[in-house]
């Protein structure tokens, strides 16, 4: 119960930054180097400005790791160990633009505290850097919806963070979706973000260039496989597939934690107040468009999981509307 009263904390917070931070330094050094990271670190041996089945930037980051630590396994982890810091950081600093002081402590606490972004923040795979960007750029995108005097910074900012994003996975795509969302529900604003979104995309383009040319040069076979991938029938029934979605998303956050996510962000659709669109907004675009993806085929539990970082804060600012009981058990089960 202690606990519980104390999750808004920023003592709280800092602790558990540290100690965790510690514990993942010390399995990055103990931990094999799993499949996986052995697959993209290949990559970072033979540079290019693409592969097949993800765009380069896990490769290129690697290749600037191996340069700078040589053959040690900090050359794959330094990586993960750097966004586990970051990502909760970002969290919270978005959280205290949008909410309050202990809003953003709890929020920072749950992103930390989340398993499929404890995973992000101790292996390297293409959502390790993705998961960062994704956050980044939802924090300038705020920053530029709630400042008009410098709006065009903002939006050039999250720009370039999109880009990024799209250097790292191509799931980057779904922030325009999010963003889509969040401009259906606000027909006040739709002026400013549209222009904001359209310069925000022509940044990206061109911080995407790389993959595009490299797509030319190969028939565009990595656009075409990931299409095949996330969009082709694999002859299975939705009974068959969809569940299991939906059991990956209740994991992600641990079911207590994901439980309330979707409530919160239910809320925020038919919330009038801004913060709760934008954040509700950018939640389901990802859990609807992979709930198509899984009508037709396997969905992975790491595909939609950067919905999470958005319902999470919403989570954190509805967290005293939840019943005592229910917020000690959900922090429990963290």
């Not at 995309?201 to 990595?222: K, M, Q, T």
Request: with cysteine; proline share 4%.
């Amino acid at each position: 119960m202690k606990f519980d009263l104390r999750i808004n904390d920023r003592k709280t917070f800092w602790i558990l930054l540290l100690v965790l931070s510690l514990w993942k330094v010390l399995l990055a050094w103990k931990l094999d180097v799993c499949y996986d990271e052995g697959y993209y670190f290949f990559w970072s041996l033979h540079p290019q400005l693409s592969y097949l089945d993800h765009p380069p930037l896990a490769a290129w980051a690697m290749a600037l790791s191996h340069w700078l630590f040589g053959d040690s396994i900090w050359a794959v982890r330094c990586w993960p160990l750097a966004v586990g810091t970051l990502f909760p950081l970002v969290g919270r600093a978005l959280a205290r633009e949008m909410f309050d002081e202990e809003t953003s402590n709890r929020s920072g606490i749950f992103l930390m505290m989340c398993p499929s972004f404890a995973g992000t923040g101790l292996l390297m795979t293409p959502d390790t850097l993705f998961a960062m960007f994704w956050a980044i750029t939802l924090f300038f995108t705020w920053k530029a919806m709630g400042n008009s005097a410098r709006s065009f910074s903002w939006w050039a900012l999250a720009g370039l963070f999109v880009g990024l994003g799209l250097l790292s996975k191509y799931n980057m795509v779904l922030y325009f979706l999010g963003l889509g969302f969040f401009f259906l529900m606000m027909p006040g604003r739709r002026r400013s973000i549209f222009f904001g979104a359209l310069l925000c995309g022509i940044i990206a383009l061109i911080v995407f260039i790389p993959v595009l040319v490299w797509n030319l040069e190969n028939d565009w076979v990595s656009f075409r496989f990931q299409i095949h991938h996330g969009f082709s029938a694999d002859g299975y029934k939705p009974w068959q597939t969809f569940p299991g979605y939906m059991g990956g998303l209740l994991l992600v956050a641990t079911p207590l934690l994901s439980g309330l996510t979707f409530w919160s962000s239910a809320r925020g659709i038919v919330s009038g107040d801004e913060r709760i669109k934008f954040l509700g907004a950018f939640f389901w675009a990802i859990v609807v468009f992979f709930a198509i993806s899984a009508l037709k085929g396997k969905v992975s539990a790491n595909w939609p999981m950067l919905a999470f970082f958005s319902g999470v804060i919403l989570v954190a600012a509805d967290w005293d509307f939840y019943g005592k009981k229910l917020r000690c058990a959900t922090v429990s089960l963290l």
